[in-house]
């Protein structure tokens, strides 16, 4: 059995008295992995200590067999160019235009040429089916198309994984869907993908692996099918029912 891209051994992480992450231990290995839980079950400080935004207070990271040393800082640094996030927000940047938003993190991080890393977004913007919108910025763009580019801009750096933090909880329903058919061409082409989402729909339509989250662990694993009609703990049972009356039969 191949080794996992991404292994996560026992990651845990306190803030003051309260401990939001309690040893998880998730793997990925090409495929798409779906985090699910109620608010504050720990899901995006699990992806933020992925991607050592937040350090965690306990737990080892390997990518592609190489642990992760935090104290490390030029292992950190070549780590986070192999990892992209998408937030909720965009985290784009206001002054600058569409291009720009992808070309910017090619040129200071990768240090690529001007020219070159245009190309590059292009491509990347193309992608995603921003060409025509290129030259817009931030304020001209619908929520739909922010969050594009700002996986476009992911995409520029030649990510070994993708870590989603709830993409389209920002977005008006009818936007929903042009940002799902981005990350659904992703996984087809065969992308790393940990998304958080409540979009079960959406979930259950394409992940390889569902991880039900709850006060900081993971309580359940399995195919869509399992957590979503067969799941063996009573609060998974009981969460999958809840937010398939809010938001829908799958």
Same mark, same amino acid.
């Given at each position: 059995?191949?080794?996992?891209?991404?292994?996560i051994?026992?990651?845990s992480?306190?803030y $003051?008295?309260k401990?939001?992450?309690?040893?998880? &231990?998730?793997e990925?290995n090409r *495929?798409l992995?779906i985090l %699910?839980?109620?608010?504050?079950?720990g899901?995006s400080t699990?992806l933020?200590c %992925?991607?050592?935004?937040?350090?965690?207070?306990?737990?080892?990271?390997w990518?592609?067999?190489?642990e992760?040393? #935090?104290a490390?800082?030029?292992d !950190?640094y070549?780590y986070?160019?192999?990892?992209g996030?998408?937030?909720?927000d965009f985290?784009?940047?206001?002054?600058?235009?569409a !291009?720009?938003n992808?070309?910017?993190g090619?040129v200071?991080?990768?240090?690529?040429a001007?020219?070159?890393a245009?190309?590059?977004?292009?491509?990347e913007l193309?992608r995603?089916? !921003? $060409?025509?919108?290129m030259?817009? #910025?931030p304020?001209?763009? &619908? $929520? $739909?198309?922010?969050?594009?580019v700002s996986?476009a801009?992911a995409?520029a750096? *030649?990510?070994?994984?993708m870590?989603l933090?709830e993409p389209t909880?920002? !977005?008006?329903?009818e936007l929903i869907?042009?940002?799902?058919?981005v990350?659904?061409?992703l996984?087809?082409?065969g992308?790393?993908?940990?998304?958080?989402?409540h979009? %079960?729909g /959406?979930?259950s339509?394409?992940? &390889?692996e569902?991880? /039900?989250m709850e006060?900081?662990?993971i309580?359940?694993?399995?195919?869509?099918d399992?957590?979503f009609?067969?799941?063996?703990?009573a609060?998974?049972?009981?969460f999958? &029912?809840?937010?398939?009356e809010? #938001?829908?039969?799958?």
């Amino acid at each position: 059995m191949a080794a996992p891209i991404l292994r996560i051994e026992n990651v845990s992480k306190r803030y $003051g008295k309260k401990d939001v992450l309690k040893g998880a &231990s998730p793997e990925v290995n090409r *495929d798409l992995k779906i985090l %699910i839980g109620p608010s504050g079950a720990g899901k995006s400080t699990l992806l933020q200590c %992925i991607n050592f935004l937040v350090k965690p207070d306990e737990g080892r990271i390997w990518l592609d067999e190489q642990e992760v040393h #935090y104290a490390h800082k030029r292992d !950190l640094y070549a780590y986070r160019q192999k990892v992209g996030m998408i937030f909720q927000d965009f985290n784009l940047f206001d002054h600058l235009n569409a !291009l720009e938003n992808v070309r910017i993190g090619m040129v200071r991080v990768k240090g690529m040429a001007k020219a070159e890393a245009g190309e590059r977004a292009v491509m990347e913007l193309e992608r995603v089916g !921003l $060409g025509d919108h290129m030259q817009k #910025y931030p304020a001209q763009l &619908s $929520g $739909g198309q922010k969050q594009r580019v700002s996986i476009a801009r992911a995409l520029a750096m *030649d990510p070994k994984v993708m870590l989603l933090d709830e993409p389209t909880s920002a !977005l008006d329903p009818e936007l929903i869907g042009e940002v799902h058919a981005v990350i659904r061409d992703l996984g087809n082409n065969g992308m790393t993908m940990i998304m958080a989402t409540h979009q %079960i729909g /959406f979930a259950s339509s394409l992940a &390889s692996e569902i991880v /039900f989250m709850e006060d900081g662990r993971i309580l359940e694993r399995g195919t869509p099918d399992k957590i979503f009609n067969h799941a063996e703990n009573a609060r998974t049972r009981e969460f999958c &029912s809840k937010i398939t009356e809010l #938001y829908g039969e799958r």
